[in-house]
């Protein structure tokens, strides 16, 4: 990313920051007003940066009493911010997407319908190394995986390998590749292709 567009991205978050801010210290007259601006100010910046919320020994930084502010809730109420059993806080809409994803992660682990064996084809061995076949592997014996790792570890040539491998197995797999913004799609995109001119495929899989 270049640094104009770097900078362009920081200042939408920090304006967006500001003004969800800004209609919370609205809402609240006075010193709790101030704190919810705070706070808000502070999940906002860290959701910028893919985190969904703000731990108990951060809020409380911001304002002691944090847990009882008014638009401050527990999980079962309709408030605006949601305070977990844990002490974690939420803007809601965040809250709630954790508990659904996270009731779609336990409903995947618990189905193990899936009956591909871990034998892969010698033409994606060849183009990944050792953990990477791991994954590809792990990846046909499993409903669900977890792939992690830093810029240029090599997620994507796994990805693409994984692909290849479930069409080599079934060619009417239906695949969806998922992002959080058009754009992020589009490079997401690209960068498959990319890796995949990397791999001995047959011609219907490669289109």
Not at 72 to 86: A, C, K
Not at 179 to 196: N, Q
């Amino acid at each position: 990313m270049s640094k104009e567009k770097k900078a362009e991205n920081d200042w939408e978050l920090f304006s967006l920051a500001e003004a969800i801010s800004t209609f919370f210290s609205h809402r609240v007259e006075g010193e709790g007003g101030v704190a919810l601006a705070a706070l808000t100010r502070e999940m906002t910046l860290k959701a910028g940066f893919g985190t969904s919320h703000i731990e108990a020994e951060k809020a409380e930084e911001i304002y002691h009493e944090w847990s009882s502010l008014p638009a401050v809730g527990s999980e079962e109420e309709n408030q605006p911010l949601v305070r977990t059993e844990d002490g974690k806080l939420y803007f809601r809409r965040f809250f709630e997407y954790e508990q659904q994803v996270a009731m779609a992660l336990s409903y995947r682990l618990g189905d193990n319908s899936n009956e591909f064996s871990d034998v892969i084809d010698e033409g994606v061995i060849k183009s990944l190394d050792e953990l990477q076949i791991r994954a590809v592997k792990t990846a046909l014996q499993r409903d669900l995986l977890l792939l992690t790792g830093g810029p240029g570890t090599g997620k994507t040539r796994t990805i693409v390998g994984i692909l290849v491998a479930q069409l080599q197995k079934n060619p009417d797999t239906r695949i969806a590749l998922a992002a959080p913004t058009g754009k992020a799609a589009f490079r997401m995109k690209e960068s498959v292709l990319r890796a995949m001119e990397s791999f001995e495929l047959l011609e219907e899989i490669r289109s």
